[in-house]
Every structure is written in C-alpha cells, then in structure tokens.
C-alpha cells in the first residue's frame, strides 16, 4: 500500500451564498469536464462564478450526456442558484442541439435517448465504449416535452426548414458573440433565418470554463482529445478566451441589438419545471388493497405475522421494537418500500424459490 493517499477530495461550495435577484438573462450553454475534455471548469467554480455575477439560475448542457447534472444541481442549490437541467446532443449527421426538458417525462424521454444512443450505433449494432450514435429520427421520436435549440453550423443550417418541420419542438436558434469579426453580420443572418422559419435566436456564450484564465487548460484538453500538440492544433483551437460565463449585464450589452434573444433565455429557463428532486422512487401500488394507507397496511401486516410468530402473546419488548421500527419506517416514509419486498417475497414462496433477507434485515423486527 503507498504511504500516503493520492487521491483528492472532491470539492464542494462552502459559506453563505445570498439569493441573487431576478436576472434578464440565462446562460445555458454550459459545457463542464463532463463533456470528456471539453469543460475546463468544474461544477464549484462555474456555480461560485455564476453568483458573483449576479445569475440567479444556470443551465447546463454536456455533450451526449447527463451526467454532470448531479454535481451542478448540488452546487446550484447550495448557492441559491436554480439548476436549469439540459444536455448537448450531437447526431451523426453532424448537427448540434441544446435541449431541455420542460418535466419529468420530457428528462425522462432524453435519458432514454441518450441511453440508446451509447447502447447501439445507427445500424443497431452494440455501440462502442464512449460513443454516441443518434439519428435526427431518434431525437424526433424522444423530443416531445424538451425545449430545443439548434447550435449553428453550416450544414445544420441548410437543413433548417426539414429539422423545423421534423422537430415541432424546435423553438430556438443559438447565436454567440465571440469576437470573432464577423458577430454582428453572422447574428443577424441568424436572425433573418430564424425568423424566416418561425423560430427565433437565443443569447449563450458558448461557456467551456469560468473564467478567461482556465482558456489555456481547455487548449490543452482540446489537443489531448485531437491527438495533436498546441503548436501543430491552429484552428482546432478556440480563436479567443471568450468562451467563459460572463455577467447578464455583459451579454445584454452584447445583444444591445437582439434583446430578443435576451430574453428567450429567461423565458425558456422559466418554462423548464424540471428538478432532479423530483426523481423520487415510485414503488407499484398493487402491493396495497384498496381504501388501504400504505402505512397503516404495514402496520396491519407486521402484527398479524407477530401474531403468528409468538401464538402464545407477543413478548412486551417485541411490542416495543415493532411500534419504534413502524414509527421509524413512517417517519422515513418507507412503508411501500417494505410492502413491495413483501410481495416479492410472498412470490418466492409461493414458487418454491430460495428467499433469504440479508443485511439489516436480520436485526428488523418488522422484516
């Protein structure tokens, strides 16, 4: 074993985080390190960022996956930041889309998306180990609920009037000023089309880390993920460190021109209801007669087996075990929990199938 442990903490948010007033824009274009090589900073310093510039809520959006929300939605919450749930999916046809899901059902939708996506390529065959294949028709099938936005690129924007005939749910088209040179023609031209297909722009910055100085870091990821070196990468390369969060005050200035797609931004990120805390266990109903509580069930249950286990009269610190675990397990509101067990367990009997507890179960009185 070595001597010392290597391994670094993982790091959270700490001290007081006031909530932040109403701000008239919302970034949600937000890539973290989950984006493989891509986010440059962590969920911590996004978030910390984020409240010193005054936003009161943050999207997120990785690349083909969910799994940054978990650590942003913790962070968020502990800065008094509503997490604005999304991820950033990329077909194989190239094109690229921001989206969000308005509910549950509609994250739901994209999970299972994203989930067939890495589990079969586009000829249904098992997928390689950190790939993603999804067809423009995968997504029309899974984008009901999930606010979407088109990242601009060339081919993407050829292909505009299909994707909006074919994505009804295709609201927005995404424009960045970079300083690139040409911001303010491109943005327009955005806006002419977009307006042209019923659609509008929306503000982001495109955010890859949180401020200017992780741009070189994220030069670095970019290499590593193109097999090459800083001095042979050129336009692989970001042209600027602008891709970081910035103020709402900043981009309004920027978008002095579109204030529309200002507050596109606010109006989605208003319309997404989602929230991890909703992704409450469901446990089946069948486990409970009618007219019955799942609590008072249980507690129907445990003391007619403890009727059965002592015929002769239930020993009074057995009484007093059960009542403290049945208040415990109402408290802890788990009744369906230890019915659906129940049940499962019931069947395996019933079948002549080996059923063992394990665990605490062996030191439940209720079990």
Known sequence: MPEKDHAHPRRHLDGEYPKNPRAAY??????????FLRGASDAV????????????????ADLNTMAG?????????????????????????????????????????????????????????????GACDITLA?????????????????????????????????????????????????????????KAHGLSILATNDVHYHAPDRRPLQDVMTCIREKTTIRKAGFLLHANAERHLKSPAEMCRLFADWPHAIAATRDLADACDFDLRQLAYHYPHETIPEGWAAQDYLVKLTWEGAGKRYPKGIPAKVS?????ELAMIAKKKLPQYFLTIHDVVNYARGQGILCQGRGSAANSAVC
């Open 45 to 60: 310093d996004l978030v910390r960022t984020a409240h010193a510039l005054g936003y009161d809520a943050l999207g997120i």
């Open 320 to 324: 007093a075990t059960l009542e403290k």
């Open 69 to 129: 929300v978990v650590r942003l939605h913790a962070e968020a919450l502990k800065a008094n930041l509503r997490p604005v749930i999304g991820c950033r999916i990329r077909l194989v046809s190239g094109e690229e889309f921001l989206a969000y899901p308005r509910d549950r059902a509609a994250y739901g939708r994209l999970c299972r998306l994203l989930s067939k996506g890495k589990m079969n390529d586009a000829d249904g065959k098992w997928q390689l180990k």
């Open 138 to 194: 995968d997504l029309a099938a899974h984008a009901e609920g999930a606010h979407l936005i088109l990242v601009p690129e060339d081919g993407a924007l050829k292909r505009l009037k299909d994707m909006a005939r074919r994505l009804p749910t295709l609201r927005h088209i995404a424009a960045s000023y970079l300083y690139r040179g040409d911001d303010r023609a491109r943005i327009n031209r955005l806006d002419r089309l977009a």
């Open 26 to 35: 919302v970034e949600l274009g937000v890539t973290s390190p989950f984006s």
